[in-house]
């Protein structure tokens, strides 16, 4: 059926330079590389104007109130002057070409018609609603908004029934069945108006995300788990996981109980049941997902369509949203797509050398659009505008297939910027259109490049948010390794909290491609560095549990910072009971579902009531933060929307400490429940206060 080209292990194996896993790291940035003066160019500025304007962006003090807010944007274009003044510093509208609309007149002349329409391609359901022209003195005429640069075709209809070309222009192109129609060719104009932003009935800045390693969460079919692969060990192998197991913890309440209300799954889509080399001399199995072989297809150790799609639907009956991790940079080497069409893709030869992402190729600079992250992966050439177009027409199936409501996408700097754009466009035009709903899409740039981060978020032409590396890097290195002191962390989040404009980032404290969150927070540290890789203890040495309750009340306490600031707070399935594990693959360890100890418990209970809090109080979710007193080992902000006020008081320090700059009065804390008195609290050790004043 395939003439795939299969790299033979015998290939593989002597190639035994390539990097882990999937998908090596990126570089890490030089130590504290992320300072990064604020005011970087374009804040504000480029959130001003149409589209992307207060309306549904990130602060939302301008925003209307919570609950709805980004309701604005749904009032309609916005046009001109109109919403500049309505953004930050007027002028025109801002809003990509696909956006932009232009009024245009269409006149007929009058004769002994009852009624004239006009029908075309001006809008999505043209030629089947007609717009009405209204009859002024000898002509009848109509203001239409067409789309801003593209053609436009249409004809009248008369009293009905009659379909004419536009007498008064000369331009026409055949209709297709054997007449013409009338063209406006590219319409543009100086005085265009935006199309808003789909809002629908979920704003984003309420998600809090969960990342449900399928593989390796619960399997609920043992039916599909396959064969071993031969020379991959455990930790690398398939585990059983499947989407029939995600979705009977959707039905026990799991995800409802914990206050998750978005699951980030997986890669769906089918990987090739092989082998393949990491840098450290273990073979891997595709069980992450991240070596797609047929794109269209799903991976039969997940389940089927069917499965995934009745997934989604459980979620959407809870009020919970999913979003589908979505590999787009390369593909399998045993894939159909590579086979037929080796021109999409760049060659790994360039100029003699293998362009392997780190070896042959930079990671970095010009090469890291084209490098392979291995040389068994081809990397797309999306400069091809048909490689482009079959990549995301693939995106846009899997949205209809599934009906999923956003894309977590992987890699996002090793991509051509033409395909996250145009993958935008064609969300809008064939996804929120239908829908109604917005459609996120969160992207992974591994970093602390703030610059670089920001890049690609603008969430009318490109991502809706990216993975907040930097906070996530100040966050560790301030409250679980306790290498810097809770003034760096502040003077960060001073200039962190409106980098990126309209944008919804999301923050987390681990992931898959870090060593698992408890370890940085023990009494000594396992890793001092908060970028570490942990490929130290990866396959062997690897850590276990700590003893006692003090690095979970840490790691607490780094949860307690990211569910009160703005932004989608993620949980790396498993860290909510903090469990153990090295470096990939050791941080990817089966979840456990039983046996936990006391302070796991404990920590599961805390991130609940974060959770709760978080969901009952605006403040944290759209506010805007003011610091309090800050000392080495505690911070203290107050987040604030309209009536909404909430003051958060973090002690990391190993004993009791006093924190002031609470007004005066007498408090409740909504992690206690205790109630205390401002202007000075005491906060116990390694914990937090959240305060609201009593009523
Ligand atoms: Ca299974
Ligand atoms: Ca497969
Ligand atoms: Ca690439």
Redesign the pocket.
């Known amino acids: 059926m395939r003439s795939t080209l299969v790299l033979g292990l015998a290939v593989l194996s002597a190639f035994a330079a390539c990097a882990t896993s999937e998908e090596p790291r990126k570089q890490l940035p030089a130590a504290g590389g992320t300072a990064g003066s604020g005011g970087s160019p374009g804040d504000g500025g480029g959130a001003g104007g149409c589209v992307g304007n207060g309306a549904s962006a990130g602060n939302g003090a301008s925003a209307g109130n919570g609950a709805s807010s980004g309701a604005g944007a749904t009032t309609g274009t916005c046009v001109g002057g109109a919403a500049g003044a309505a953004g930050s510093g007027g002028g025109p509208p801002v809003c990509n070409d696909a956006d932009k609309r232009c009024q245009h007149e269409f006149k007929y002349p009058a004769a002994n018609e009852a009624k004239v329409e006009v029908r075309g391609d001006f809008a999505a359901d043209g030629w089947t609603v007609g717009v009405p022209l209204a009859k002024s003195g000898s002509e009848w005429k109509a203001q239409v908004e067409v789309p801003w640069g593209s053609d436009v075709q249409y004809k009248f209809v008369l009293d009905g029934t009659k379909w004419v070309t536009d007498p008064n222009n000369p331009a026409k192109v055949p209709d297709g069945v054997g007449g013409e129609n009338s063209l406006v060719a590219a319409p543009k104009c100086g005085n265009f108006t935006c199309v808003p932003p789909i809002t629908g009935t979920f704003d984003w800045r309420d998600g809090v995300l969960y990342f449900v390693f399928v593989d390796r969460f619960l399997?609920?079919?043992?039916s599909?788990?396959g064969s071993a692969i031969p020379g991959v060990e455990a930790p690398a192998a398939y585990q059983?996981?499947?989407w029939?197991?995600v979705r009977k913890k959707i039905q026990d309440g799991y995800f409802s109980d914990l206050g998750v209300n978005v699951l980030w799954l997986t890669a769906p889509m089918d990987n090739p049941n092989q082998a393949g080399w990491g840098t450290d001399g273990h073979q891997y199995s595709a069980y992450h997902g991240y070596w797609p072989q047929n794109l269209d297809k799903a991976e039969e150790?997940f389940g089927s369509l069917a499965d995934l799609k009745a997934l989604v639907s459980e979620a959407h009956a809870k009020d919970i949203r999913v979003i589908l991790d979505y590999a787009m940079n390369h593909v399998h080497s045993s894939s159909p797509v590579y086979a037929q069409h080796p021109d999409w893709f760049w060659p790994l030869d360039f100029g003699g050398k293998k362009c392997v992402c780190g070896e042959g190729c930079g990671w970095e600079g010009p090469d890291a659009k084209r490098c392979w992250f291995r040389d068994y992966l081809p990397d797309f050439d999306f400069t091809k505008p048909a490689a482009r177009k079959y990549s995301i027409d693939n995106a846009i199936q899997w949205i209809k297939d599934t009906g999923i409501d956003g894309f977590r996408l992987d890699a996002v700097k090793h991509i051509e910027d033409a395909w996250v754009t145009e993958l935008r466009a064609r969300v809008k035009a064939d996804v929120e259109s239908q829908s109604g709903e917005h459609f996120y899409m969160v992207g992974e740039t591994f970093t602390g490049d703030r610059d670089a981060i920001k890049y690609y978020v603008d969430p009318s032409t490109k991502l809706d948010g990216q993975f907040d590396f930097p906070l996530r890097a100040k966050a560790v290195a301030a409250l679980l390794t306790r290498s810097a002191p809770l003034t760096d962390l502040e003077s960060f989040l001073a200039s962190n909290d409106g980098y990126y404009g309209a944008g919804v980032m999301s923050t987390f404290i681990g992931n898959h491609d870090v060593p698992r969150s408890i370890h940085f927070a023990a009494d000594q540290p396992v890793w001092g560095n908060e970028w570490a890789d942990g490929k130290d203890k990866a396959w062997s040495a690897l850590p276990s549990l700590p003893s006692g309750s003090s690095a979970f009340e840490r790691l607490a306490n780094a949860y307690t910072l990211i569910f009160t600031l703005r932004g989608v707070p993620l949980l790396y399935y498993g860290d909510e009971i903090g469990m153990a594990g090295g470096g990939d693959p050791d941080n990817r360890r089966p979840m456990q579902w039983s046996g936990l100890t006391p302070a796991q418990t404990g920590l599961l209970a805390h991130v609940k009531k974060l959770t709760q809090i978080r969901a009952a109080h605006p403040a944290l979710r759209r506010g805007t933060r003011t610091s309090l007193a800050t000392t080495a080992d505690t911070l203290a902000y107050k987040m604030q929307h309209n009536a909404d006020s909430v003051y958060v008081l973090i002690n990391r320090s190993d004993g009791a400490q006093t924190v002031g700059g609470v007004p005066n009065g007498s408090w409740d804390d909504l992690l206690s429940g205790s109630k205390v008195t401002g202007p000075s609290i005491s906060v116990p050790a390694r914990s937090a206060r959240v305060l609201v004043a009593s009523p």
């Not at 399997?219 to 043992?222: E, I, N, R, S």
């Open positions: 399997d609920g079919d043992t599909n788990n059983g996981g499947d029939a197991g150790h």
